[in-house]
């Protein structure tokens, strides 16, 4: 393991003994970067490859040794040296920008971007440097992730590339403006008009009833969610701790910690669950208790019995917002009620008028 010089006086490179022509290099000013040094067209030439703070060792040496494979190949020294110094592959940055950023997103967040780092950006740009990918590239990767993913998926996938490419700026990699994303247009999203009758509303409360005594967890995890309108992801990450008499203590909420009340009715159905010691959620899986339920089967099964086609989970949150404005609830009260951060997202999912 490389251990660059500290308080040096004077400029000193640490060398690898197990990869000759790769090192740490240490300036007076305390600068420290990753080197490859080989010799190209009979001259010894060195290569920073970047700064010790950002890139790890294992990523310098994967840079390393693609500068000296390249070196040995007779690759013009000149274009191995800018192409290293200025732009590292696609997936050196991304993993990068990963290591720093994770560990300031929420659990929630961080299994969400995890998901879409697998499914639309590991390998997207497969051995292209940073700095040479355009925005034609970055259209024709969006276009094929909305083929795949759906456009939802593909706008959040976007949201993560640009955020990729806006650090690859602040880091040199990339000259400033020039982030590729920026020119492309996201999906559009997809115009909620589907809202829950009172008729409806039963027919789905019938379904629910009628699945309470094999699926005790599943339907009592729909109620919560009907009786308090919280995100789905909200409930099913519920831990016992978070229940406090007629409230819920979210703690990993979209919009930060926040208080939720669930009324006599709620705690009905919470009290009706049987509890295990040892086993925080509330609505953990019966046969793997440290993972939470997965309702999308499960709804899919109730609102075909409710003759409900087409109508997500999401949707309710949006019957709420209805029921609610109908009961001349204000659009502030409304906003809380959701637990939207701006008035304006409430009243994106109230029916006009």
């Known amino acids: 393991m490389l251990a660059p010089a500290l308080g040096t006086t004077k400029r000193q490179t640490q060398w690898d003994p197990h990869t000759p022509g790769f090192g740490a290099r240490t300036y007076p000013s305390g600068r420290q970067v990753y080197v490859a040094q080989a010799r190209m067209n009979g001259r010894l030439r060195t290569v920073m490859l970047g700064p010790t703070c950002i890139l790890s060792e294992a990523e310098a040496?994967?840079?390393a040794r693609q500068v000296l494979w390249r070196?040995?190949?007779g690759d013009n020294p000149a274009q191995v040296r800018q192409e290293a110094l200025a732009a590292p592959p696609f997936d050196v940055v991304l993993d990068v920008f990963w290591r720093l950023r994770e560990p300031s997103w929420k659990p929630s967040t961080r299994r969400t971007n995890g998901?879409?780092?697998?499914?639309?950006?590991?390998?997207?740009?497969?051995?292209?440097f940073i700095d040479q990918i355009t925005q034609a590239e970055v259209a024709r990767w969006f276009a094929q992730t909305t083929d795949r993913l759906g456009p939802g998926g593909a706008n959040q996938g976007l949201s993560i590339l640009s955020n990729v490419f806006s650090k690859?700026?602040?880091?040199?990699?990339?000259?400033?403006?020039?982030?590729?994303?920026s020119s492309i247009r996201q999906n559009r999203?997809?115009?909620?008009?589907?809202?829950?009758?009172?008729?409806?509303?039963?027919?789905?409360?019938?379904?629910?009833a009628s699945q309470r005594k094999a699926y005790p967890v599943h339907v009592a995890a729909i109620l919560i969610i009907l009786f308090t309108d919280c995100r789905v992801s909200e409930i099913l990450e519920l831990r016992w701790q978070d229940v406090r008499g007629q409230r819920l203590h979210l703690r990993d909420s979209k919009t930060g910690p926040r208080t939720v009340w669930i009324g006599e009715e709620g705690r009905a159905v919470l009290d009706s669950l049987t509890r295990r010691r040892g086993i925080e959620r509330v609505f953990h899986d019966p046969k793997v208790h440290t993972r939470a339920i997965r309702l999308t089967c499960f709804w899919n099964r109730v609102r075909e019995l409710a003759e409900?086609?087409?109508?997500?989970?999401?949707?309710?949150?949006?019957?709420?917002?209805?029921?609610?404005?109908?009961q001349s609830e204000t659009l502030p009260m409304i906003a809380r009620l959701?637990?939207?951060?701006?008035?304006?997202?409430?009243?994106?999912?109230?029916?006009?008028?």
């Open 61 to 63: 040496l994967r840079l």
């Open 71 to 73: 070196a040995q190949g």
């Open 115 to 128: 998901v879409y780092r697998r499914r639309c950006l590991d390998g997207a740009f497969k051995n292209q």
């Open 168 to 181: 690859a700026e602040d880091w040199g990699y990339r000259r400033s403006g020039s982030n590729p994303c």
């Open 189 to 208: 999203r997809r115009v909620m008009e589907r809202f829950l009758s009172k008729e409806e509303l039963g027919r789905l409360g019938e379904v629910l």
């Open 308 to 326: 409900l086609p087409n109508v997500s989970m999401h949707d309710r949150r949006h019957t709420y917002a209805s029921h609610a404005a109908a």
């Open 338 to 353: 959701l637990g939207h951060r701006r008035v304006g997202e409430a009243r994106a999912v109230c029916p006009s008028g």
